[in-house]
């Protein structure tokens, strides 16, 4: 996580550009390897096995090692071997930038100094970002208060997050999030959740990532926001606000969901608090909306 929020740093600065970040962002993954990978190579798991679990996380929020524990797959110690190996498989960014000659030593070490201080970000809240634990990271940047709407806001986001990178691009990073009265949008995919609360749940985004995302979800040739683009949005819309609802149901709180709407360029004047999230994919920018 922190190769992503420091990459991105680089850009802002103009130190890097676009072509570069890709550039060793992908060096970067091609290097990290998910857990049935490393699973199957270890002789631990079946292909088979590793798919079972692939489609149980469609159904269920929870990790791949908890999943796989859970069906007998895998014991702990087997886990921790695997997690342990996982760590060992990233490649800093640093690195990177180093053996594509785009910075010196000197230049990183200088760069990375002045992150801390622009980024207000401690020495432990750098650790969170390199520990790669999501749930960890998004709490840095959720600092909204601790009301009842910011913690049902906090708990979509966080499975929203787990699910972009389970289904859809594991190179995602969050911005600040932040609450408005308008919002002004492209296409929005929007879903309601009614029962104990009455949510409005959205992904905003441009024609152009709309449809890079539902090729991501569906691994399908889609080149307009036609249908099957349409269709694959609402499908990823209708697996996180299942899972979304199956968890407040988990703690005694009754909900359903609405079927999906799809519009294009208009505008939401929010009846209460509207939650944003804007979060960077390598094929470029989502928000992602909730009011209660």
Known sequence: ??????????????????????????????????????????????????????????????????????????????????????????TTLGQVLMDEQIMSYDDYEQLLVQYKIDSGFSDDE?????????????????????TEEVKLFKAYVELFIRNIIRFVDRDVVIGKPYLTEVYAYQNYASQDIVGSYSMETGLSASDDVIIKFAMAYTNMSITEVNAMAKDAIGE???????????????????????????????????????????????????????SI
């Open 1 to 90: 996580m922190f190769n992503k929020y420091f990459g991105h740093y680089l850009l802002s600065k103009h130190i890097i550009t676009k072509e570069q970040l890709i550039i060793v962002l992908s060096d970067k993954n091609k290097s990290r390897v998910k857990l049935g990978v490393l699973a199957i190579d270890a002789g631990y798991m079946t292909a088979a096995q590793v798919t079972e679990v692939h489609n149980l996380q469609a159904k269920k929020d929870r990790r791949f090692g908890d999943l796989a524990i859970e069906n007998g797959f895998l014991t702990e110690e087997q886990l921790e071997v695997l997690l342990s190996k996982q760590q060992e498989s990233h």
């Open 126 to 146: 750098i650790e969170i970002l390199k520990s790669n634990d999501t749930d960890a990271i998004l709490e840095l940047f959720l600092d909204m208060g601790n």
């Open 236 to 290: 990823f819309m209708n697996c996180q606000n299942g899972l979304f609802i199956s968890n407040l149901y988990h703690k005694g709180i009754n909900c359903n969901i609405e079927p999906q709407v799809f519009r294009e360029k208009g505008e939401i004047t929010a009846q209460m608090k509207l939650f944003v999230l804007p979060c960077d994919l390598p094929f470029g920018n989502v928000d992602i909306l909730f």
